[in-house]
């Protein structure tokens, strides 16, 4: 595993720990929750991804460390930023240790806000949604819905150091990463950008039972949105909806829109949408 370290420099001299895998596991306290935020892109974009830490009901935090990890080679972590809240300990300064690297599944973090950690140090107070981390993330794969998970990888233990240097485990809910696919109208078989029952019944039914030409969009050719292209069953449910008030195809529809199940196996390369 290769991975890119970052350090910041230190005033003074602080350790971690002993081998935390030694130490007696202990149980997630809910007055204590990590939580990632989600985003949404198209393959090659990059987008940011927010770390937070909610404790109104818990003691102040002097020190944490996490890894968030996505087990994907379809997003990959680029760059890193601390959270607004932490930029502000220390007179602006920032946090005195900060240690950040990236490994093939993610990334891992450990900051402690005064070092050495001994009374009188700072603390993050109490609140809801304090922002730990920003993480950059650059988007390689195809549609589909990417979790992002806290882990405890190498030299990151999943913990919090409060206030009166006690270490509890946070509660963790994992975020998302969505890489979108090509917009299209549900049911536009024939890829001209809008939806006419007829028209593209037809050229369904002739795709299935005369070798006519495929749809530009599978995802679009499904037009009851079930999941699945079925010729004849798709075809019918437009005519359906034109000449005898049938249900609508779902969403995208009437108007281009993104395809809701970016994780769907039929995909869309190409489309009629401007």
Do not use: K, W
């Amino acid at each position: 595993m290769v991975a890119r370290i970052f350090l910041l420099p230190l005033a003074g001299v602080f350790v971690l720990g002993a081998d935390v895998s030694l130490l007696a596991q202990p149980q997630p306290d809910p007055d204590y929750v990590l939580s990632a935020g989600s985003a949404q892109g198209d393959p090659g974009d990059t987008v940011d991804i927010s770390c937070f830490l909610s404790n109104p009901n818990g003691q102040a935090v002097a020190a944490f460390s996490y890894g968030l990890c996505d087990f994907t080679d379809a997003v990959e972590a680029i760059d890193f930023q601390l959270g607004g809240e932490l930029l502000q300990l220390n007179g602006g300064a920032g946090p005195d240790f900060v240690s950040f690297s990236f490994f093939d599944e993610g990334f891992l973090l450990n900051v402690v806000f005064t070092t050495p950690l001994a009374p009188p140090f700072e603390v993050l107070n109490p609140g809801v949604d304090n922002e730990l981390s920003v993480i950059t993330y650059t988007l390689l794969g195809g549609p589909s819905v990417y979790p992002l998970s806290y882990c405890e990888e190498g030299a990151a233990a999943l913990f919090l150091t409060l206030e009166d240097l006690s270490t509890v485990l946070p509660q963790a809910t994992s975020g998302a990463i969505t890489i979108a696919g090509a917009p299209f109208v549900r049911g536009d078989f024939d890829g001209d950008g809008q939806f006419s029952g007829l028209t593209d019944g037809v050229a369904s039914l002739a795709f299935q039972f005369q070798g006519g030409a495929p749809p530009l969009c599978s995802e679009a050719a499904d037009t009851d949105g079930n999941g699945i292209y079925q010729g004849l069953v798709d075809a019918v449910y437009g005519l359906q909806h034109q000449f005898l008030s049938g249900p609508p195809p779902p969403a995208p529809y009437p108007d281009c829109g993104a395809d809701p199940d970016p994780g769907s196996s039929l995909g869309c390369d190409q489309n009629g949408c401007p």
